[in-house]
């Protein structure tokens, strides 16, 4: 009777782990899939965008938890982030939930960085902002 008792405890305890754990909330992330950190590119080359625990919307639509993507190159300091991010040469604006790009660069070392925007391209209080990676364009 004691083992079936504990049986019942350990399986209740263990389903329940199970199922909070799937209920936790991922963090809100954006990543550059492509191309990896520290690699040569040619010339003009393809970026993908990731991004978790967020949903990836176009410009203009006010929904929670949602955003779409930046890219800064050679942005060595991020702009304000509590007002809209400016449209310019190296930081371009991905309104359209847009996850992957092409980028024509000079030949030398480039960084590239994400940075998530709301609905009017603010980032925020808390904002979602990758690691930046470094590539060699030949």
């Given amino acids: 009777m004691k083992k079936t008792y504990l049986l019942a405890v350990l399986a209740t305890f263990v ?4 199922t909070f754990a799937a209920d936790k909330p991922v963090a809100p992330k954006v990543f550059i899939i492509e ?3 520290g ?27 949602s955003g779409h993507h930046h890219l800064l190159i050679d942005t060595d300091k991020l702009p304000d982030l509590h007002t809209p991010l400016p449209a310019t040469p ?5 309104g359209k939930a847009q ?14 960085q994400l940075v998530l925007g709301n609905y009017i391209h603010v980032a925020g209080e808390s904002p979602v ?7 060699t364009v030949k």
């Fill in 15 to 18: 389903i329940s782990t199970a």
């Fill in 99 to 112: 996850t992957e790009t092409q980028v024509t660069l000079a030949p030398g070392k480039h960084t590239l």
């Fill in 129 to 135: 902002i990758s690691e930046k990676i470094t590539v």
């Fill in 35 to 37: 191309p990896s950190n």
């Fill in 39 to 65: 690699v040569t590119v040619p010339t003009t080359f393809t970026v993908k965008f990731g991004a978790t625990g967020v949903d990836i919307v176009p410009a203009g639509v006010d929904q929670p938890n």
């Fill in 90 to 94: 190296t930081l371009i604006h991905f």
